[in-house]
């Protein structure tokens, strides 16, 4: 046997004995991690596990060239690649199925994800940028499948653009001049999803480096390939893509998931590629195996065929990898059995160390509120049922947090009439953990920075005599201007957006100033200009993103909320993708180019900022506001009030609006409307009409929606005025709805009530085109007035008769 760090020529390739060794350590132990992982699960230890087993060897082939300031978006099998780059120990996967929500213990998650989703820490405790240049980067993987492709495109897309703008040559933290590349995997059957289309043919238009990974293993859950690619084979089917000498498009590789050199070859010309010429590639995986089956829910035994399972068996990576090892004589049955024992001893203490962290924490807090309890005991009328309950607790196997806040509420209610210091202490205790557990399971929904959207400090808009009335449209155009003037990072993409400058004309001439690197037009694809933007502003980019109406934030709505609104959350503060999301909606023509689909906007985004300004000034210090703030942002502009006049302020590209700060538009002491967006100016005109028969109006422009009124301000006004009216364009029971649970509820806005709340939405339908189909499907100035008339007539009847 030759000597570690010797080296053996075979197949004309060096190979060095030291990292072949290695490498077989390292696949044995991530081997054994799946099959350690498996029985966890089974014996009650964790919910739920997925594994990498199958798919070790490639990842080894892959880490090779994965180098610092890469980057992966990929799935939840890639276990043994994040073992490989050192981004993961085997006591940190462990960790994760346990659910510990210590960073320390579970860097990825704190404990929020299940097992195999894989993310390194881009920011440090105080949510700033660590230099990505000098760590390798997992961004923050999503079970959804294939949703990690569009992210892929996009940060695949920071290094061209790190490469051909030269004014970002400086931010050598993010990049360095372009030369990460960023590394995709999937499984075979994913690849049928819409999104891995839309984002490898986004991919190849770009010209990108990006390294796609497929992994194949023939199934998908309990479906044959035949069943999910045309042909059974995803290279083949994506063949017509292959570059040649006179038309761009990807390399396509193909190897053998059993093949250790193979693999080898396979990424070390692909990535090359991918680096030096940027160039998307596409490495198909093929003769993969999964030996524990798809996960623990089920077992693959039940839809595989017996000859299947036996070439399985046999083309297991890890079979075929010790056999290649031995036959080449590059060690020993001895020393391999040696290896597969340490492999075998450090996953399984790895596994009880990671047991123990999760336990221990747990145990902490159990402790004390026992030592409580107990203490109770001895005070309470209701001692000895009290101490049952303690040591049925004490008794729980594998107990965790839940079982010990069931136990105190339970001792809390048993003696809900009795004043003991016990019960103080308990109660202590029990507001103690509520706030401790806030931080581990309900925080980071957004920012928690010194740069969040809620701590950007507010810049009034200032106005002059020589101020110009223009175009509302014009206004965003200087904004845009001076955004794109005053930072380089800055730049915009969409359908249209470039040439002529958005179908609304806000970027109009921009793309001649600024280049097609900072103004950029898009194909048809949303889903894909959203990953763009997502995988960019991961990178550091400050990425505005356009979606052309708000009725096509449809096709990207999954991975804006499975991916983009959980980011922050999901990596419990780890990374952020500060993306600002334009559109424009509310008022037009149609049903689909009138959406104001709030509702759904707002069950689905939480984690990202919802915007609806009332003009274009109000969006321009929108803008201003997001790009000083590293939180998300969707905003949305009235379709209806581009050629609206509007005065650019003095200061355009300094002046901000604050978010989560209404504003009182009217004055009126007999009804509180609250509004925003469009129907801003159809309740002011309501507003006026009202006037005129005796009644006051207070109109109140909510600005934003997430967040909403974080001062509360809303209820001053309902104090004074003793009605309130709900008044949007969304169907019934969606943003009206939701405006009435905050201000109703949060702000206990029903005890200032003497009249029933209202709420004015449009009809149960998409508005109908044409000018009567928008009077008659949508609140208007009629509806508006009819709606405040009824209210006041009820208590009034009067002074205000009816009228039809």
Known sequence: MKPVGATKSINKRKVSVEDVLRDYRLVFESREASLIGRKEVFMGKAKFGIFGDGKELAQIAMAKVFQNGDFRSGYYRDQTFMFAIEGLTIQQYFAQLYAHTSIEAEPASGGRLMNGHFANRLLDENGDWKKQTEMKNSSADISPT??????????????????????????????????????????????????????????????????????????????????????????????????????????????????????????EKGTKIAREEHVPVLIHVQEMTQPQGHSTSGSHERYKPKERLEWEKEHDCLVQFKKWILENNISSEEEIAEIEKEAKATAKTARQNAWNGFIDDIKKDQDKAVEILEALGSESAHGGTILQIVSELKSTLNSIRLDTFKVVKKVLRITRNEETSARASLVAWLENANKENHSRFNSHVMSESADASLRVEEIEAEFSESSPLVDGREVLQACFDAAMSRDPRVFAIGEDVGKIGDVNQAFAGLQDKYGQLRVTDTGIRETTIIGQGIGAALRGLRPITEIQYLDYLLYAIQTLSDDLATLQYRTAGGQKAPLIIRTRGHRLEGVWHSGSPIGMILSSLRGINVLVPRDMTQAAGFYNTMLKSDDPALIIECLNGYRLKERIPDNIGEFTVPLGKPEILRSGEDVTVVTYGSMCRVVMQAAQELEEVGISVEVIDVQTLLPFDVDHSIIESLKKTNRVVFADEDVPGGASAYMMQKVLEEQQGYLQLDSQPVTIAAKEHRPAYASDGDYFSKPNTETVFDKIYELMSESDPVGFPEIY
């Open 146 to 267: 294939a949703g990690q492709m569009p992210r892929l495109v996009g940060l695949a897309y920071a290094s061209k653009l790190y490469r051909e703008n030269k004014e970002l040559h400086g931010l050598s933290d993010f990049s360095i001049k372009g030369n990460e590349v960023a590394f995709g995997t999937i499984g075979n059957a994913s690849t049928s999803e819409g999104h891995f289309y839309e984002s490898i043919n986004a991919a190849g238009v770009l010209q990108v480096p990006m390294v796609m990974s497929v992994w194949d293993d023939d199934y998908g859950i309990s479906v044959p390939k035949e069943y999910h690619t045309t042909g059974g084979s995803i290279s083949e089917f994506l063949s017509g893509m292959q570059r040649t000498k006179t038309k761009s498009g990807y390399e396509i590789i193909k190897a053998k998931g059993w093949d250790y050199l193979g693999l080898i070859d396979a990424f």
